[in-house]
């Protein structure tokens, strides 16, 4: 017994001991804790205390809305989907069932405007045809609901110019869908050439091409299609935040093939310059006519930055080269819809102006009309920029 005592003090006596030496190498006086205060990482984020969320007509339900809008609601923290708005009525009852929408918020084109007495209903997402986004915008704003756009905001400057009197009349809201400006792979690129990290910009090369298939309301002239309005227009409006300026003249040139039906309405393909204040220049292209290709490239004075793909709904990559050394910068992707709800959607509640207002989409119209004059004279076009 006295033996067995013995060893188990001994025991006691030398893990003490060594756990007191151990402690002693390893922390000194001037170390830091390695377990916070309060037991709780100091980097943790607590959940946003929500009292009330944003209710969303969503009017439109193709694809845009069915694969990407829709699916993006359940993550977000201020938007819901209350009503929906469509031609196809059995098609809108099953979207309705499948987010738990109340039947009863179901509207169609000619019944639009009883969204007036709907008070489940705060933003009016307007995922239609080109062409009829300045009649629902309007139509919207006059029930006294807030408006959120897909772009491009209208088929012409001046459509866009009624669409932000409008909102202005009504005192609410006119937003225009340009998801890139809350995502943070394009949000880095505006703070790094903010920021001059690789010295002036010099040029910018992009591209966003894509094959349409027929039958495409992209395809239709009546419709607001064509290639500039639908994908080049992503070009110009990343050439103006990788800028942080408006172009002040364009050249351009279409191409519209005679043996393709597919664009016997708009163009296959349109190649355009645009010019900045600072004799910056950047070289666009866009396409319906060619393999998939969304990317951008910005030459600076000690290097450059890439984003490939830089355009699409997730899977961006962000690159930069200096001195021969080329690195990509790692960084959480979000999902592009949640992010830009979520944003209006702060906006509409606590009052505040949003990131993409109606005038950064009508200026993206105004080079866009610029584009298409310099397509049908052949010689380069001053952009007339709107008092709006």
Known sequence: MSNDWNRRRFLGTSTALGASLFSGITQ??????LMP?????PDLQLPEVVTRKAGWAVVGLGKLALEEIMPAFPKCYLAQPTALVSGHPDKAKRVAGAYGIDPKN????????????NDKIDVVYIVLPNSMHCEFTLRALKAGKHVYCEKPMSVAAEEGERMIAAAKEAKRQLGVAYRLHYEPFNLKVMEMCANKQFGPIRTIASSNCQDVKA???RL????GGGPVGDVGIYSINAARYITSEHPVEVSAFA??????????EVPAGVTFTLKFPSCILAHCDCSFNAAESRYYRIHCAKGTIEMDPSFSYRGLRLFTSEKQKRDEIQLDPVDHFAAEMDHFSHCVLNNKPTRTPGELGLADMQVIEAIDEAVKSGRSVRVRWSKT
Do not use: C, H, T
């Open 28 to 33: 000194g006086a001037e170390d830091p804790p």
């Open 37 to 41: 205060p309060d037991k709780q990482p």
């Open 106 to 117: 179901i509207y169609d084109y000619d019944n639009f405007d009883k969204i007036v007495d």
């Open 215 to 217: 039958p495409n309301i």
């Open 220 to 223: 239709s002239k009546k419709l």
């Open 255 to 264: 191409q519209q093939p005679k043996d393709d039906p597919r664009f016997r």
